[in-house]
Nanobody
């Protein structure tokens, strides 16, 4: 499956963005999906995950209560709604197909979309 993330951009602190990740070439509904991010000079880290049906979600503590992951299997798309953004959220955001919170449990990765939050 191929993944294409979009929706990144420049936003002021306190603002919101919604990222999208479209899947091509596979049976999207078979996969759990996750969002990860990587800031300059830092390791890629887990942000949020959702199971194949959308009935179960999981978040990193740093984004819990501010970010919401969702999916639309009819559109082969997973979303990440990001609210109350702060400069610490500045990173390149990646979507991936797999499960859990470890990079090792994700088999397919998309190109990142850059999110920059100005203070």
């Amino acid at each position: 499956v191929q993944l294409q993330a979009s929706g990144g951009g420049l936003v002021q602190a306190g603002g919101s963005l919604r990222l999208s990740c479209a899947a091509f070439g596979g049976t999207f509904s078979r996969y759990g999906m996750g969002w990860f991010r990587q800031a300059p000079g830092k390791e890629r880290e887990f942000v949020a995950a959702i199971n194949w049906s959308g009935s179960s979600t999981y978040y990193a503590d740093s984004v819990k209560g501010r970010f919401t992951i969702s999916r639309d299997n009819a559109k082969n798309t997973v979303y990440l709604q990001m609210n109350s953004l702060g400069p610490e959220d500045t990173a390149n955001y990646y979507c991936a197909a797999g499960r859990g919170s470890s990079l090792k449990t994700y088999d397919y990765w998309g190109w990142g979309t850059q999110v920059t939050v100005s203070s």
